[in-house]
């Protein structure tokens, strides 16, 4: 079996280590897997020494609505695409692929380009869409609803995508959670007991529907109790809204409580400094973050939205709240007992077992071969 997969970008954020999480996992299937990305960046000089990667420039066709600039520019970048599809078709004919699988809902051209060859097309949607990133897709989501039911096969990463799409995708579906580690990397990560400060963390795409800003104002709320108590967030994104919150720190004299520390490449060294996982999504897809601390034997603060409650599981591995009295509340609950906190942390680490490459690889080569039956 000889597979596609084409990239929405060429960083290392959540959704390509997932797909590399799923490469890595298909070669004990002996899957011949080759990448095609639209820029030489962090996902090139991650691969594997041998993974064969077609680097072509191509654009997404879901922007930001307003924001960004390339959604003023859609039309004439679409029509880049026209051009630059004939020129990938010929690239990739000569590999004879059996699918082409498509990471993101945010591209179009791996539809396109299956459309196009004849080839299956397998489509992992891990966004909702205008909920969690504002999206507005070319031509509307009509046309996205319209490739998507091209498709041979698509994939959601939790039940939450899933319902929303339901009714309007009529092809085959599965609902697969991403693969966040294998078992072997699980068994050797031993859980640290931060004893230095109790430390939240929020780790991600700076964004608002991130909900950085809410964990910034909630922490403020406790911080006046619990003065040693400390925030850290993790991730790049959004300059005006960093901004929001650097000035938002300054004025409340925040800056030796609150640490940014940018893009970390490997974010499990930053698990071993911290006491708790904030998800301040309102509508998280998944949450591989939420995982990641699991893993690493940390309780998640989730927001009641999106797939979130799918993974943290109320007085079990985590709280779930609902607004921002009741994110102070959980945080406050685990400030004063440090002891649950790691009782939920330890519960997490036990059902990260869930949620193992071996796992979700095993559910996404089933679906191929269900494919080409």
Not at 184 to 200: E, I, R
Request: glycine residues 8%; contains cysteine.
């Amino acid at each position: 079996m000889k597979i596609l997969f084409v990239t929405h970008g060429p960083d290392m954020m959540g959704a390509n280590r997932s797909m590399l999480n799923l490469i890595d996992g298909l070669e004990a299937y002996k899957v011949d897997c080759v990448i095609l990305t639209p820029g030489d960046g962090k996902l090139a000089a991650n691969i594997k020494s041998g993974q064969k990667i077609i680097i072509s420039t191509y654009y997404r066709w879901a922007h930001t609505q307003y924001l960004s600039k390339e959604y003023w520019l859609n039309y004439f970048l679409q029509k880049k695409n026209e051009k630059k599809l004939n020129v990938i078709a010929e690239e990739i004919k000569e590999h004879k692929f059996d699918l082409i699988y498509s990471n993101s809902s945010t591209i179009g051209i791996g539809a396109q380009l299956a459309d196009r060859l004849g080839i299956p097309h397998v489509w992992r949607i891990r966004e909702f869409g205008e909920e969690d990133y504002n999206l507005s897709f070319w031509k509307g989501r009509k046309h996205f609803i319209k490739w998507a039911n091209k498709a041979a096969a698509v994939s959601f990463i939790s039940k939450a995508i899933q319902a929303k799409f339901n009714e309007q995708i009529s092809v085959p579906k599965y609902c697969i959670y991403n693969g966040v580690i294998s078992k072997a990397g699980l068994d050797k990560v031993v859980p640290y007991a931060n004893k230095a400060a109790f430390t939240f963390l929020i780790i991600g795409l700076i964004h608002p529907n991130k909900g950085q800003f809410d964990a910034l104002v909630a922490f403020h709320a406790v911080h006046k109790n619990f003065p040693n108590s400390k925030l850290l967030i993790v991730g790049k994104g959004r300059r005006l809204y960093t901004q929001k919150m650097k000035q938002y720190i300054a004025n409340h004299a925040l800056s030796d409580q609150v640490n940014f520390l940018g893009y970390v490449n490997n974010p499990h060294e930053v698990y071993k400094k911290v006491d708790c996982l904030l998800m301040c999504s309102k509508s998280e897809g998944m949450g591989r973050v939420t995982i990641e601390a699991m893993i690493h034997g940390k309780p998640v603060i989730g927001y009641n939205g999106g797939a979130t409650p799918e993974l943290v599981k109320h007085g079990e591995n985590g709280l779930i709240y609902s607004n921002s009295k009741e994110l102070s509340a959980c945080m406050t609950s685990l400030l004063k007992d440090r002891v649950l906190a790691q009782k939920y942390g330890a519960k997490g680490r036990e059902m990260a077992e869930d949620f193992v490459t071996e796992i979700s690889v095993a559910k996404e080569y089933k679906a191929f071969l269900d494919v080409l039956d």
